[in-house]
């Protein structure tokens, strides 16, 4: 039996022969370990002098004589037997035997009768082996792994395959109760051997490594970081590690495969590869938040945690999957199906973490703030998870994209919802204040930036709609199938124009805009501030879509024409308005009669029309145009149509006045002061009042 003693066995420990003919010299102790300082010879040697004397006493040390004479004959033949005793057993002979014995307990002769009986030699082999593990698996301070030369290294593992050669072809036989010994004794060597293989293994996986900082990147784009990342898993660098140390693990984890330990090196490398992932999602700027904690979640918050996960899931999917990957398959070579196994049980704890965060996020509140980040979150998920196809088996590889898939189904129901909520704003928004200056409305600012900014994301949105019509379309009975030529407008030339879902919701929430646009316009007492608000409002929608080719798309160039179209008629229905009835000053009816100028009725033409173009700069100063574009066609289209009558009257009826007082009375301004106070219009400026000429 093993004795705690064998466990410890210093470098220099005896050979097995030499500690088991030392061990027979305790059992046996040579009882006269010095003939020449025997006791009894001296008192042989008295005796003899005394012989004549006593009689007795000669027969008595005739007697001792022979005793002394028999136990130097012993002691002669032990130190003979010592001498002669065999040399320590040669370790590599000792394991030649052992895989002859091996060989033997495999052999079909062997498995067909009864087995033979244990040879010495497996009790050698025992002990040469605790021997050696004693050098390796010193309770306080064992030997490292990678202290270990190629040599010794090389040794210790040939060592091990052989205890675990020797273990299955006795295990084979323990139905035979002369095998159980050895079972037991070969199976502790096992057991402690793996004991120590599997820490190495641990610790190896938890070493130090290569720099490998996945942060390195935080200054880039998602895409150009998983890009030039994933150019890089070509290299020699296994997620940190050399290829030395990847060699060794694979050396140690074969070791512990072929001791019949896959699960503890299956556990060992599940527990410290996660650890490891943990640590690069955390790096990488993702926390793991319950689906409590998200909810409740300020949303400036969830932005930018969702801005950390967008980051985290393409880069760990184009990036650190793959090393991953690549790192099993080197650590477990010619291991296909436990490389898989491995692999898949990793990954899809983190992908169904990260795919958690993604559900958590679909199940907030929903409100209009979020459209885009919820479009961020669909994207990623539809565009990463089918690229990583070829790292899965194909089960998990199909529960990882129904669980996705489920996700984004989710997701899009939120957008679908989250935009249609934009019309119900839109009707909402029934207030009676009008905007001063008859600017642009907020109403109309926000809603076009928000489509603007939503048609970025137009073909996900085509998509999102497209879906949810397929949906709603199963649910109701009439088919699955989604027919663009059952959704459409006529144009002008009653052509039909086929429209997806996204874009027949673009154009319902333009109208809906309109609508809302000409009751608002209502509010204005003043027609011609009515025109402007119109045209102003009519301006910044076009603008809008034509600055953005993905809603112009939609809109198409139908609508725009129409749209320009109305805003020429506000135009008009503006100049009508205000300028018309200024014009109608100059007007020559009632002014001569029988060919001369009635001065009365000419005094009140300037009169009133000082009087009418003072109030006229006075209010329409105030009045804003924004758009710098539409407020110098406005100017040069007042100026081209007021200028020209103004400079025909006064040139025909100014000389009517007496030269003087009564000119400066009528005549208040000239040409060039009319246009100069026509650039003053729609700026907006609410300390204008009518100006008098210097």
Not at 347 to 369: C, D, H, P, Y
Request: charged letters at 30%.
């Amino acid at each position: 039996m093993e004795t705690q003693k064998d466990k410890h066995l210093p470098e220099n420990s005896p050979s097995f022969a030499s500690r088991d003919a030392a061990q027979d010299n305790q059992d046996h102790p040579n009882p006269n370990p010095n003939p020449n300082l025997n006791p009894d010879q001296d008192h042989h040697q008295s005796n003899d002098d005394n012989n004549t004397e006593n009689p007795e006493s000669s027969t008595k040390a005739e007697s001792n004589s022979e005793n002394t004479e028999a136990e130097n004959k012993e002691e002669e033949a032990t130190e003979v037997n010592i001498e002669e005793s065999p040399p320590p057993p040669d370790f590599s002979e000792v394991c030649e035997e052992i895989d002859q014995f091996i060989s033997a307990l495999s052999s079909p002769k062997c498995q067909e009768s009864d087995p033979p009986d244990v040879p010495k030699v497996v009790e050698q082999f025992a002990f040469l082996i605790e021997a050696k593990m004693a050098n390796y698996d010193l309770t306080e301070s064992p030997m490292k792994w990678n202290q270990l030369s190629d040599e010794d290294s090389s040794s210790f593992l040939e060592a091990v395959d052989r205890v675990s050669k020797l273990t299955m072809s006795l295990t084979a036989f323990s139905s035979e109760s002369k095998y159980n010994s050895s079972i037991n004794r070969i199976g502790c060597i096992l057991q402690r051997a793996m004991s120590y293989l599997e820490d190495e293994f641990k610790s190896l996986l938890e070493s130090p490594k290569i720099p490998d900082s996945p942060s390195s990147h935080s200054n880039q784009t998602d895409d150009q970081s998983a890009s030039q990342e994933s150019n890089t898993t070509g290299d020699n660098n296994f997620l940190g590690y050399s290829e030395e140390v990847v060699s060794n693990l694979n050396r140690l984890a074969k070791a512990m495969l072929i001791g019949g330990y896959e699960t503890e090196c299956y556990q060992a490398y599940i527990v410290v590869r996660r650890s490891v992932f943990e640590e690069t999602l955390h790096e990488l700027g993702f926390q793991k938040f319950s689906i409590d904690e998200i909810q409740k979640m300020q949303w400036e918050s969830l932005e930018r945690e969702i801005d950390s996960w967008k980051k985290t899931f393409k880069q760990v999917a184009a990036v650190h999957f793959a090393r991953e990957r690549k790192l099993s398959e080197a650590m477990f070579t010619d291991r296909g199906s436990l490389t898989d196994g491995l692999f898949s049980s990793l990954i899809r704890g983190i992908m169904i973490q990260l795919l958690n965060f993604a559900e958590a996020v679909a199940m907030t509140k929903r409100s209009s703030e979020k459209l885009f980040k919820f479009l961020d979150v669909y994207e990623t998920l539809r565009d990463v998870v089918p690229s990583m196809d070829d790292l899965f088996p194909e089960e998990i590889g199909n529960e990882i994209k129904s669980e996705a898939s489920l996700t984004r189904s989710r997701l899009g129901e939120s957008t679908v919802f989250i935009f249609c909520e934009l019309e119900n704003s839109i009707k909402a928004d029934t207030g009676k204040m009008t905007v001063p200056g008859g600017a642009v409305h907020p109403l109309t600012r926000y809603t076009m930036n928000y489509l603007k900014y939503a048609c970025e994301y137009k073909d996900t949105l085509e998509q999102i709609f497209r879906e949810h019509q397929k949906i709603e379309r199963a649910d109701s009975g009439t088919g699955s199938d989604y027919d663009y030529n059952s959704q459409c407008d006529q144009n002008h030339n009653n052509h039909k124009v086929q429209q997806s879902p996204f874009a027949l919701q673009i154009n319902k929430v333009m109208d809906l805009l309109d609508t809302s646009l000409e009751t608002k316009s209502k509010l204005y007492k003043d027609t011609s501030l009515s025109s402007i608000f119109m045209m102003n409002n009519g301006r910044y929608i076009l603008q809008k879509i034509k600055g953005a080719a993905e809603i112009n798309d939609l809109m198409g160039d139908t609508w725009s024409r129409k749209r320009s179209s109305d805003l020429r008629q506000y135009h008009k229905t503006y100049q009508r308005e205000t300028w018309g009835k200024l014009l109608s000053c100059l007007k020559h009816e009632g002014l001569s009669v029988n060919g001369k100028v009635v001065k009365p009725v000419l005094k009140e033409k300037f009169k009133s029309f000082n009087a009418m173009f003072d109030e006229i700069h006075r209010t329409q100063s105030t009045w804003v145009v924004s758009d710098e574009q539409l407020q110098s066609e406005l100017r040069v289209s007042i100026s081209a149509v007021i200028i020209p009558a103004y400079r025909s009257f006064l040139a025909r009826f100014s000389q009517t006045f007496t030269p003087g007082r009564q000119t400066e009375k009528y005549v208040k301004y000239q040409p060039e002061d009319i246009e100069t106070y026509i650039e003053e219009l729609f700026d907006g400026n609410t300390m204008a009042t009518g100006r008098r000429r210097p």
